[in-house]
């Protein structure tokens, strides 16, 4: 059975996104991704641009708020930012935490440029961080 990672954001439209993304791309049959928000904000089209730069596909994906059924069908809940990391419900005691103070980079600002480097940091700093999950949870780690 995969492992189901759960990744929680303030909106859901980008961090918990491009996350979910690469769980999907790297994570094979071995883990199942969903993302979801304390509230939703619409899917970022800059995490969408970026991740397709990548070869990720993530326009698909909705941008949703969290429910019971989401926390209890996940494994692990990754919170992306501290406003989810404060504000996270009650886990099921199945359910592992990881917290991971990422940058948000829809509040960047500058040129057009300046803030797609935003995005693509992102980008490359969750890519390394999920590798490094899926690595220590498929060698049967805790978190």
């Known amino acids: 059975m995969p492992t189901r990672i759960l990744y929680l954001c303030t909106g859901n439209s980008c961090r918990s996104q491009i996350a979910e993304g690469w769980t999907r791309q790297l994570g094979g049959e071995l883990f199942e991704a969903q993302s979801a928000g304390i509230e939703a904000h619409g899917k970022n089209p800059r995490a969408i641009e970026v991740m397709a730069d990548k070869g990720v596909d993530i326009s698909g994906q909705e941008s949703t708020v969290v429910t019971d059924a989401m ?7 990754v919170t992306v930012c501290g406003h989810a990391d404060e504000q996270c419900p009650v886990l099921p005691d199945h359910v592992s935490k990881v917290h991971w103070p990422l ?4 509040k960047a600002t500058g040129t057009e440029d300046e803030i797609m480097d935003a995005f693509r940091a992102t980008r490359k700093e969750v890519k390394r961080r999920v590798e490094s999950l899926i ?4 060698e049967g780690g805790e978190v």
């Not at 926390?71 to 809940?77: E, G, I, K, S, Y």
């Not at 690595?135 to 498929?138: E, H, M």
């Open 135 to 138: 690595t220590l949870l498929g």
């Open 71 to 77: 926390l209890q069908w996940a494994d692990v809940v």
């Open 103 to 106: 940058t948000d980079p829809a």
